[in-house]
């Protein structure tokens, strides 16, 4: 069977029956057959048209030509850096805006660079996520500051945000901005590649925010343990402080409650276990925590879109911005690496052979490097 005539028999076979789908959300709305129901992708009725396949296409879990993805997103093929192929900064910064650093999961960057984005027309809509009163992440399409404001701090349930990218009409010509999972910012980087012809142009997407990623949450087993546990409608926060804390914390009105991440462990996806990117690779600007220095982000400027937009926030005095000191950037370059190392292994554990990387595609120096 060719690759153009994979279809949804095979998505349903190869990745959402295997247990390696991430619910990015990427394979819906491109026909009226597969929607997100409930934490889950269903299909809700037999596909006939197997010749188009752009579900199967697009989806991070087939058919990832990592050297095409690279040229085709930075011009260059895929190096062996831990943290990417193109990292031109990697800085520590926070938000100098009360109102946002209050909110915000860590340093506020996200939501600082969103609001000045969406402020200054550089994009007219940026794809979120937003947490209900009741906990569960939605995606979202945030059109003024306010409303990124209201998507500020981390629901650590996965959240299929590309549903959205999928509703919107094809002959909008918003510019557009996403905040995404690395499993996300790969889909989005597959349709740069290969441009979809039936949805909303991919060019439309002029600023790609990458968030760093261990693994997320599976939404329906995750939400049952919260409600069962808690009163959701007083939680405002959600945090995992680094290690050697080894707890989830939720924060709410009368206090803070801890979980021994063993315990939330049992609720992350299984896919997240064959994931090699932990810093959103393909990216324009990748952001995470710094370990040891609360309400700092680390930041990895990667393109000169991300480029222009961080010098833009530094010139209007919205970020403070440092170069990160070299002891974080070698522990996230560790961690990166042993994320890579994990998930290959992972990978040729159920492939049975050290040839077979399933979905990926690496240079055989890389693959053996990273096996070894
Ligand atoms: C599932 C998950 C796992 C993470 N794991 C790590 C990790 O291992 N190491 C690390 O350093 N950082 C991790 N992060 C990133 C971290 O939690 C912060 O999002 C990041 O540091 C940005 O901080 P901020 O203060 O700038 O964010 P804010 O300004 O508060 O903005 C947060 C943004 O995150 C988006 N968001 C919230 N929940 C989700 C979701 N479920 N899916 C997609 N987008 C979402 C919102 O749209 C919002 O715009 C993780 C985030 C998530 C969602
Ligand atoms: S990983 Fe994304 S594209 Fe692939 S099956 Fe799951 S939701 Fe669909
Ligand atoms: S670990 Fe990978 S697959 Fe899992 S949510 Fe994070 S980016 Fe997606």
Redesign the pocket.
């Known amino acids: 069977m060719t690759r153009e005539s994979k279809g949804c028999k095979e998505l349903f076979n190869e990745v959402i029956d295997a247990g390696l789908c991430t619910l990015c959300g990427a394979c819906t709305g491109s026909c009226p057959y597969l929607v997100y129901y409930k934490g889950r992708i269903a299909l809700l009725d037999n596909c006939t048209r197997i010749d188009e396949a752009q579900c199967y296409q697009y989806c991070p879990r087939t058919y990832i030509d990592m050297n095409g993805i690279s040229q085709k997103v930075f011009g260059t093929q895929y190096g062996d850096n831990e943290i990417g192929t193109t990292t031109e900064e990697v800085l520590i910064v926070r938000s100098t805006d009360a109102s ?1 650093t209050e ?10 660079l ?1 609001s000045l984005a969406l402020g200054e027309r550089l994009i007219e809509g940026a794809l ?4 209900s009163d009741d906990k569960t ?1 939605s995606p979202f399409l945030a059109q003024t500051a306010e409303d ?1 404001l209201q ?9 299929p ?1 590309l549903v959205r990218y999928n509703q919107i009409p094809k002959g909008n010509n918003s510019k557009l901005g996403i ?3 690395p499993c ?1 910012v790969l889909a989005v980087a597959k349709m740069k590649k290969d441009p979809p012809e039936n949805r909303v142009s991919i060019g439309n997407v002029k600023l790609v925010i990458g ?7 599976s939404p329906n087993k995750f939400y049952q343990f919260l409600k069962e546990n808690l009163a959701l409608s007083e939680v405002k926060k959600f945090d ?1 402080p680094p290690p050697p804390a080894n707890r989830f914390e939720v924060f709410t009105a009368s206090g803070k409650t801890s979980f021994p991440l063993e315990q939330i462990r049992e609720f992350v996806m299984p896919t997240c276990a064959y994931c090699l990117d ?1 810093t959103s690779e393909f990216a324009d600007i990748s ?3 710094v370990e040891g220095t609360e309400g700092w ?2 930041v990895i400027i990667r393109t000169d879109a991300g480029a222009d937009l961080m010098e833009k926030a530094k010139k209007r005095g919205k970020l403070q911005v440092d170069k990160l000191p070299s002891a974080n950037l070698a522990h996230l370059k560790e961690a990166a690496q042993l994320k890579k190392k994990r998930a290959l292994k992972e990978i040729v554990k159920r492939s049975g052979d050290e040839k077979n990387l399933l979905y990926i595609s690496l240079s055989q120096n890389l693959a053996k490097k990273l096996l070894s």
Request: hydrophobic share 50%; charged share 5%; glycine share 8%.
């Open positions: 946002v909110k915000a999961q860590y340093g506020g960057v996200v939501t600082t969103l979120l996520t937003k947490t992440p990124a998507c500020a701090g981390s629901s650590y349930m996965a959240c945000i905040v995404a999972m996300q968030l760093f990623c261990t693994w997320a949450l995992i932990m952001v995470g925590s982000n680390t």
